[in-house]
């Protein structure tokens, strides 16, 4: 048995609420010990990345891109492959059929040092007051933590304030922004040329806010891994924090199984050896389904079933009136470039949040792969020619309320915990979405794009690993809830700072609220 000794604060993991967590409890003058299963990015690929990194990305060969380029395998009727990083996977827990199981829900488990952020898409919003207000969180704490989390992340922001920030004010003010794509550029001047006529529909477009904190180089490779690392990343500020911060430990290699009183118990991954370290509080931040396996295990039961939210998700296919030629040559990020909030009381009562994205080279995959389905690929140049210069995609997500939600079943076993992911019965969902692509259709139009509904696909729920709510803040918890301080009836020194204790999930960008709540915490925690 490895014994790590003792320790005043230990936080689990090392993505994005860990360390928004930890940054609140260093910021208090609280030692901070991080136990993180922390898997990296393999070796060989990070010289390769290297080697591109310290190069002019004007001298970078086809070959060289490529390599570190997943191809995308798409057809018409499967789902979007996972996301990976430079061809890696290695943000996400290796599938484990026996550990666990799921068949028609789609959600991730991260095991990497930074977590899901390694891989993310940047994409940042906060929730709006209203859509909170019923949540035993004080508002001004979360716009505390909102601007805690903006000075870790830096998100762009245009220069003035535009129609977004008329509904979603950000407590952070500007430091930087993006550029727009030909074709964003485009649809923002219709936004703002039609902005009234599009608030009388219920709809309000704005430049997407992205958590660009390294500046973008505009390589144009945001989908498949940056070089330049210019999408904020959780396992870099740890790093940098690790440099200079004496108070801050770091134990990667270790899969914590436990937490009993002050005591945290766990195995090291290379050897299978337990280990054992001692603590005043810990702070969990596995995210939800790593974090729930922790609380399952620590309360030593048989059984236990638990509801998660999750965002109902599609994505659909744009056709822009105007063909934009030079599109595939143009190299911006390939994030969104406008956010598009629809308040459309028939499909939900909260606002429909929708990430528009403009041209990208995963877009030629697509069509060519359309193309060799029907074998095409002889007109694949005059297609390429008139179209790729009009297309585009939105992400559409709905409130977690408008989906039901996952049942997870947690089972103890001779072998291990076993997690059985349940999906809900998705009929609402569709029927919900078919009501907003009707409903959104004119407003689309008004701005110059034709959305292909009819090729929408509507994710497994749990796509894109927008997930929470298992053990939500409650004003009065019961058993299996909460309290403001993320803190369970049954484990007082543990307080739990992901996802999983947010009461439900708004339509908007989940990681962003997931750090505020989580910094939120943690430096009310360390002044008790
Ligand atoms: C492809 C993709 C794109 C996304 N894009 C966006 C986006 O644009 N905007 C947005 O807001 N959100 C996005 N998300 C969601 C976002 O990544 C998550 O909300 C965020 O990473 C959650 O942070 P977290 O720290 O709570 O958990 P995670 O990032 O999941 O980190 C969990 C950490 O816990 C550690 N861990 C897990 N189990 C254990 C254990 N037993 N012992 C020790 N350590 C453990 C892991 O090693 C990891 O460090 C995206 C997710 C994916 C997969």
Known sequence: ????????????????????????????????????????????????????????????TEGQIDSLKAPLEFTLSSEAPLKTVFRSSYPYQQPDPVRFQQTDT????????????TVWGGHVMRYAAAHIRHWPVSNEDLDAGYAAAARMIKPTRPKDDDAIDDYFPTPYGYTHDHNLTAQGELLLQKA???????KKQGVVIGKSRLALSGGCKEVGLCLSGCPFFSIFQADRWLEETLQVEGALRYLGGREVVKIQGNTLTGILRASGE??????????????????????FQSLGLQELELPLAYHPYALTPLLFFKNFVGAPQERRHTLA??????????????????????????????????????????????????????????????????????????????????????????????????????STLGAFMRVGI????????????????????????????????????????????????????????????ITFTIMANAHRIGSKSALE
């Open 1 to 60: 048995m490895e014994n790590q000794g003792s320790a005043q604060c230990v936080v689990i993991g090392s993505g994005p609420s860990g360390i928004a967590c930890a940054k609140a409890l260093l910021e208090r003058g609280a030692a901070v010990t991080i136990v993180d299963i922390g898997v990296e990015l393999e070796r060989d690929i990070h010289h390769k990345v290297q080697a591109l990194a310290t190069q002019d990305p004007s001298k970078w």
């Open 106 to 117: 789609r959600c991730v488990v991260s095991q990497a040092k930074g977590g899901l952020s």
């Open 192 to 198: 703002v040329k039609y902005k009234a006529q599009l």
């Open 274 to 295: 337990p280990f054992e370290l001692t603590a005043q509080k810990f702070f969990l931040a596995a995210g939800p389904l790593g974090s729930a396996r922790i609380v």
């Open 337 to 438: 470039q406008l956010f598009m909030e629809v308040w459309f009381p028939s499909v939900s009562q909260s606002p429909v949040h929708n990430q528009i994205s403009t041209y990208n080279p995963h877009i030629k995959d697509a069509v060519n792969a359309l193309l060799k389905s029907y074998r095409l690929q002889a007109v694949a140049p005059w297609v390429f020619k008139f179209l790729l210069g009009r297309l585009g995609a939105v992400q559409s997500y709905l409130h977690s309320n408008e989906g039901g939600k996952i049942t997870m079943i947690f089972r103890k076993t001779p072998g291990g915990t076993v997690l059985i992911l349940k999906s809900p019965n998705s009929t609402q969902v569709h029927q919900k979405f078919g009501a907003l692509f009707r």
């Open 450 to 509: 034709l959305p292909l509904f009819f090729m929408s696909k509507i994710g497994k729920p749990g796509t894109g690993n927008h997930i929470g709510s298992c053990f939500p803040m409650a004003h009065q918890p019961g058993e299996l809830q909460t309290d403001a301080m993320g803190q369970l009836p049954t484990l007082p020194t543990m307080h739990i700072v992901d996802a999983s204790v947010l009461p439900d999930l708004p339509a908007q960008t």
